[in-house]
């Protein structure tokens, strides 16, 4: 059922590599840094997993992968190309490698638009093959999805939020993406439909050998999914890893209260979550280690210096002044 | 009741094999839409056989003035101080009014929906000029505006129509733009711009058909009000000499208003049926576009 487990080790040349990105929004109570020098890389058929808790900045990465968000420093290069200032208009065929799902399925659908107009919209746009083949292209989605074929002459509303999802996939996979961003694509969804969409997921990386940068707040989704994970805290990567090595043994304190906050079914002793207060305002970042604040180890020098992500084992490092090899 | 339909939840996606709530059907659900349908027939109807019923011109003088409605089978809503047949210039008047009042429409919707298509897409100092530029056009009452332009470029039938048309607008323009950013920052468009769309195809294939609903609504609303508008024109005055207009036939009446009621009423009565049936649809239009619980 579900095939990507086991560390797929990093290729030299990843398809997606993200380097010191920061992203800044002007609002009218002043500058937020949502995302300061993060750097990732994803390898070709690899899912990346990005988790953190509201408001930490990994969707607006997300929409700045796929350029709906200008970044305001680092690069973003795709298959090689470096994308981060090519202009909109200019940016059409890199568009095709890189491709989005969206949380809601039912807002990014355009209600008036029929599935199979909606799923061929991308081949329009880029201008690919004829009428028959584009016809032919929305079959073939169809099927890959699991949507019946008469899907394509209905209206979105006529979907469950699932079968929804299922379509918003076929269309970012219209192209033959080699990156897919998805951003919380399970979350708005029942849980019992979740498992049918994630391993839709890994049924089709496995067919087509398309890149995931999954992200999301859930861990066990996270964790069901992704090859590595990344964890985000206030703006910046606090740790990454490949996925067994983040939940089994977490380097970062922040890591390790995300997974004490879950639930355990297993019958193993209760821990409390440990982690108490909210997320400080992004608007004044504490200083030093931004999580110092609810760190229950904090020591002096977090209050003052920000730990660099630095290497903790083999592929796995972690921003923390405590973290050892 | 038509209530109903919203009280059971579509049971699964075969749902879709049940004969089409078409808008047409949503529309006849409503009786005042249905009043408002029929009496807009009824108009357009008059505006497309008055070549036929009345071949004459209606400026004609046919029989003795002053016959009141009912004296003479032959004119049965009798002749006004001219003699001419006040039957004949209701049926001629209905295709200046209606033949305005759809270009002044369509003039406003032109400039209307791109302008706040443009401001609500694009935003920023561009939308900050144009909302300037429609609230310079608000600030001067929109019928005294027409007047002056009517005044300063002679009437006829397209300064007119011209005149209605730049001076109705803004509202729509304001409304388009509101319903734009809604949109603009959702996640569809988000989405468009993902797959590579164009600002263009963006607008004109995504945006704009999901704002159409409250456009048509205050489209038939602004007919109404350009039909008006006419009317008033023309009661001053102000209305293209060549052709019978209501207005100035109420205009014409308004001397005899005391002794010869009628030559003033009954086409009172036309501008009466035609704005009260544009504003029954338009608000039928609104309930069967928006109906609650139905998505958009």
Redesign the interface.
């Known amino acids: 059922m579900f095939q990507s487990i086991g560390v797929k080790p990093l290729t030299p040349d990843p398809v997606l590599q993200v380097e010191d990105l920061s992203i800044r929004f002007q609002t009218g109570r002043g500058t937020v840094q949502a995302v300061s020098g993060v750097s990732l890389a994803i390898a070709p058929g690899e899912t990346l997993g990005l988790v953190g808790e509201s408001g930490c900045g990994k969707s607006t990465l997300g929409?700045a992968i796929?350029?709906?968000i200008e970044p305001a420093g680092g690069r973003i290069h795709l298959a090689g190309q470096d994308i981060t200032h090519v202009p909109r208009?200019r940016?059409?065929t890199a568009?095709?490698k890189v491709?989005?799902v969206?949380?809601?399925p039912f807002?990014?659908?355009?209600?008036?638009w029929t599935v199979g107009e909606l799923i061929a919209?991308?081949l329009h746009?880029?201008a690919v093959g004829t009428r028959e083949e584009r016809r032919a292209r929305v079959r073939d989605l169809l099927h890959k999805v699991g949507l019946p074929q008469d899907a394509a002459e209905?209206t979105p509303?006529?979907?469950?939020g699932g079968?929804r999802q299922r379509i918003?996939i076929a269309?970012a996979l219209a192209l033959d993406p080699a990156v897919v961003v998805l951003d919380e694509p399970v979350s708005a969804l029942d849980v019992s439909v979740q498992a049918q969409i994630l391993n839709l997921l890994s049924d089709l990386q496995e067919a087509l050998g398309v890149a995931f940068l999954f992200i999301s707040h859930d861990l066990s989704v996270v964790e069901y999914v992704s090859d590595r994970v990344a964890v985000m805290y206030l703006g910046r990567i606090v740790e990454l890893a490949d996925r067994e090595t983040l939940f089994r043994a977490p380097a970062h304190p922040y890591t390790r209260a995300l997974l004490d906050a879950v639930p355990r079914t297993d019958g193993g002793p209760h821990r409390a979550a440990p982690l108490a207060g909210d997320l400080p305002s992004p608007y004044a970042p504490p200083p030093g280690c931004a999580f110092h604040t609810r760190c229950p180890m904090a020591v002096a020098a977090c209050r003052t210096d920000r730990p660099q992500l630095r290497a903790v084992g083999p592929g796995h490092s972690a921003a923390c002044h405590l973290a050892m090899e | 009741m038509a209530l109903l339909d919203f009280a059971s939840p579509?049971v699964s996606?075969q749902?879709?094999a049940a004969p089409r709530d078409t808008l047409l059907r949503r529309l006849l659900r409503r009786p005042s839409a249905v009043v408002g349908l029929i009496f807009f027939a009824l108009i357009i109807a008059m505006a497309a056989s008055a070549d036929i019923v009345y071949p004459d011109d209606p400026l004609d003088m046919v029989a003795q003035p002053f016959l009141w409605p009912g004296q003479d089978a032959a004119y049965p809503l009798g002749t006004d101080m001219l003699g001419r047949d006040i039957a004949s210039g209701i049926f001629h008047g209905a295709r200046v009014s209606l033949l305005i009042g759809a270009v002044a429409t369509l003039v406003s919707l032109v400039i209307g929906v791109t302008t706040g298509a443009v401001s609500g897409y694009y935003g920023g100092r561009l939308d900050a000029g144009l909302m300037r530029v429609t609230e310079l056009f608000q600030t001067v009452p929109p019928f005294l505006f027409a007047l002056a332009i009517v005044a300063i470029l002679q009437p006829s039938i397209p300064t007119i129509t011209f005149a209605i048309g730049i001076t109705a607008w803004p509202s729509l323009a304001r409304l388009v733009r509101a319903e734009v950013l809604k949109l603009r920052h959702?996640?569809?468009v988000?989405?468009?711009?993902?797959?590579?769309?164009?600002d263009g195809?963006i607008i004109l294939l995504?945006i704009l058909?999901?704002t159409l609903a409250p456009v048509i609504v205050s489209a038939s609303i602004l007919v109404a009000s350009a039909i008006l508008t006419e009317s008033s024109l023309a009661f001053l005055g102000l209305g293209d000499p060549n052709v019978v207009s209501w207005g100035g036939m109420v205009g014409a009446g308004r001397e005899v208003l005391r002794t010869d009621w009628y030559v003033a009423t009954l086409p009172g009565l036309a501008i009466v049926a035609a704005v009260l049936a544009l504003n029954l649809l338009g608000d039928g239009l609104n309930d069967a576009l928006n109906p609650k619980g139905a998505?958009?």
């Open positions: 929409r796929v350029r709906l208009h940016l059409r568009r095709r491709q989005m969206f949380q809601d807002a990014s659908l355009d209600p008036r919209e991308p746009i880029h209905r509303h006529q979907f469950s079968q918003g269309r | 579509p996606s749902a879709a959702g996640e569809m988000a989405a468009s711009i993902a797959l590579g769309a164009s195809r995504h058909p999901n998505r958009r």
